[in-house]
């Protein structure tokens, strides 16, 4: 058994500790939290199990790491704090762990991620022989393994989109909702998560793995972003209000040019009312799904859709972003210490998960 701790207890880390304990070849050894108000909860209570596991969580970093884990999921925010988020992971590595995370997004393809990253990785492998595997939350695996295992059934492939659509309204992280993506703010705002440059920053190194792994050389990373207004006040169920006139709906696209044309596409759109920019694209269910377009021949068009923590949609989009961090762990702890991507990483079984209740 694969000793595992969880670190951070938000939304990706309660479905971490759930995904931690039902896997058959990994044991939860400890959980991580930054609030004292969270130590000495039981991890099931903390991960809405509605039962105990034992086992308690925790503020102390070193006397954790000190432990020796073999593997580590990273799930502490790197949106607002990438430097503390980087210091953590090589701390981790450096201890001799493996560790999978969603918080990096410069090292989604650390080929080319910037040398104040991946320097000081690459130092902690060689001290402390971990490794570390950086996969999307958006989810990864949907624009990345996904839509290059359906570009495989084609003959001939044009473009390849991978869209995100979401009421975001169910997405439980207010700050970020509000202030990162704008939802709620003056048409004058800019959101964080859409100025220049920053859709590349956390999208492109994704574009650049589908392009490796077809084949393609990119001559550019392209930015398109739109924004609506909502035409009447809103109220949600779980943000509140969001009045008239404020931002109610964006759609950003980071385009991978390939011969001077849009080749490999990873949209998102984002919605905070299903009434806003209803010509946009919509999920079937109304709430959110992810989809994938090969555009070639023959034309292959896939939409997924997934629910977790009472049938919400963001947290079952949460859940396989963890559930394809969780399952290489097993993988990575065979493999050579060292830095790893979604190309290297399979999607696989994991044999003894069938009508496991761990």
């Known amino acids: 058994?694969?000793?595992?701790?969880?670190?951070?207890?938000?939304?990706?880390?309660?479905?971490?500790?759930?995904?931690?304990?039902?896997?058959?070849?990994?044991?939860?050894?400890?959980?991580?939290?930054?609030?004292?108000?969270?130590?000495?909860?039981?991890?099931?209570?903390?991960?809405?199990?509605?039962?105990?596991?034992?086992?308690?969580?925790?503020?102390?970093?070193?006397?954790v790491l000190g432990a020796a884990p073999r593997a580590v999921v990273y799930a502490a925010s790197g949106d607002l704090r990438p430097n503390e988020a980087l210091e953590d992971v090589v701390k981790a590595v450096r201890a001799g762990a493996v560790v999978v995370t969603p918080s990096l997004y410069a090292l989604y393809d650390h080929r080319n991620a910037p040398p104040e990253v991946r320097e000081p990785l690459l130092k902690a492998v060689a001290e402390g022989g971990g490794s570390l595997f950086a996969s999307g939350v958006d989810p990864g695996w949907a624009n990345d393994v996904l839509p290059l295992l359906v570009s495989g059934l084609a003959a001939t492939v044009e473009t390849v989109r991978c869209q995100e659509i979401f009421d975001y309204s169910t997405y439980d992280q207010p700050d970020s909702?509000?202030?990162?993506?704008?939802?709620?703010?003056?048409?004058?705002?800019?959101?964080?998560?859409?100025?220049?440059?920053?859709?590349?920053?956390?999208?492109?190194?994704?574009?650049?793995?589908?392009?490796?792994?077809?084949?393609?050389?990119?001559?550019?990373?392209?930015?398109?972003?739109?924004?609506?207004p909502l035409d009447e006040t809103i109220t949600t169920a779980t943000m509140g209000t969001f009045e008239k006139g404020t931002q109610g709906a964006a759609r950003f696209e980071v385009q991978g040019v390939v011969g001077g044309a849009p080749r490999i596409v990873i949209e998102h759109v984002t919605r905070i009312h299903p009434a806003c920019a209803p010509d946009w694209?919509?999920?079937?269910?109304?709430?959110?799904?992810?989809?994938?377009?090969?555009?070639?021949?023959?034309?292959?068009?896939?939409?997924?859709?997934?629910?977790?923590?009472?049938?919400?949609?963001?947290?079952?989009?949460?859940?396989t972003a963890v559930g394809r961090l969780v399952g290489a762990i097993d993988w990575l702890v065979a493999a050579a210490p060292g830095l790893y991507d979604a190309l290297d990483v399979p999607l696989r079984p994991v044999p003894g998960k069938l009508g496991g209740t761990r």
């Open 1 to 63: 058994m694969v000793s595992t701790i969880v670190w951070g207890t938000g939304n990706i880390g309660r479905a971490a500790i759930r995904a931690v304990a039902a896997h058959p070849a990994l044991t939860l050894a400890a959980v991580l939290v930054h609030d004292p108000g969270k130590a000495g909860r039981d991890a099931g209570e903390l991960a809405g199990l509605g039962r105990r596991l034992g086992v308690a969580a925790t503020t102390d970093v070193d006397a």
């Open 177 to 228: 909702v509000r202030y990162l993506v704008g939802m709620g703010q003056p048409m004058d705002y800019e959101p964080p998560m859409l100025a220049q440059g920053v859709p590349s920053m956390v999208w492109g190194g994704q574009i650049r793995l589908m392009a490796r792994a077809l084949g393609a050389e990119l001559d550019e990373l392209r930015e398109h972003v739109e924004r609506r």
């Open 281 to 319: 694209p919509v999920p079937p269910g109304g709430v959110g799904a992810h989809r994938v377009i090969v555009e070639g021949r023959p034309r292959i068009e896939v939409t997924l859709e997934a629910t977790d923590e009472d049938g919400n949609q963001s947290a079952g989009g949460n859940a």
